[in-house]
């Protein structure tokens, strides 16, 4: 069982930044990766990026050009660097440890392992 923390979240105005964090309990070997996936009120989680064990990296389109994912292997660390902060960005912030799922045929990276959360919120 994969333990996540994450921390970083906070309050701040519309262009700030923050820096979110997520700390596993141990290193994680699947091919996946990891990902951030935030929820805002009233609508599903989503996945905001992702990053696999060879460092690819992607974006939700809302997310591009704003935030940076990377990743700390020898501190098993996760992190998600958020410029130009939006009002539309504001959310509960998930880490997550994902594995290959295959699913009707369909081979798919999926959570399987979810932190407690951190919250974003950004004001005008």
């Known amino acids: 069982q994969v333990q996540l923390v994450e921390s970083g979240g906070g309050s701040v105005q519309a262009g700030g930044f923050l820096k979110l964090s997520c700390i596993a309990s141990?290193?994680?070997?699947?091919?996946?990766?990891m990902g951030w996936y935030r929820q805002a009120p009233g609508k599903e989680r989503e996945l905001v990026s992702s990053?696999?064990?060879?460092?690819?990296?992607m974006y939700a389109d809302a997310v591009k050009g704003r935030f940076t994912i990377s990743q700390d292997k020898a501190n098993n660390t996760l992190y998600l660097q958020m410029n130009s902060l939006k009002i539309e960005d504001t959310a509960v912030y998930y880490c997550?440890?994902?594995?290959?799922?295959?699913?009707?045929?369909?081979?798919?990276?999926?959570?399987?392992?979810w932190g407690q959360g951190t919250q974003v919120t950004v004001s005008s």
């Open positions: 141990e290193r994680i070997f699947n091919s996946c990766g």
């Open positions: 990053i696999r064990l060879t460092g690819a990296a």
């Open positions: 997550a440890a994902r594995a290959l799922v295959v699913d009707a045929g369909e081979r798919e990276c999926r959570p399987a392992y």
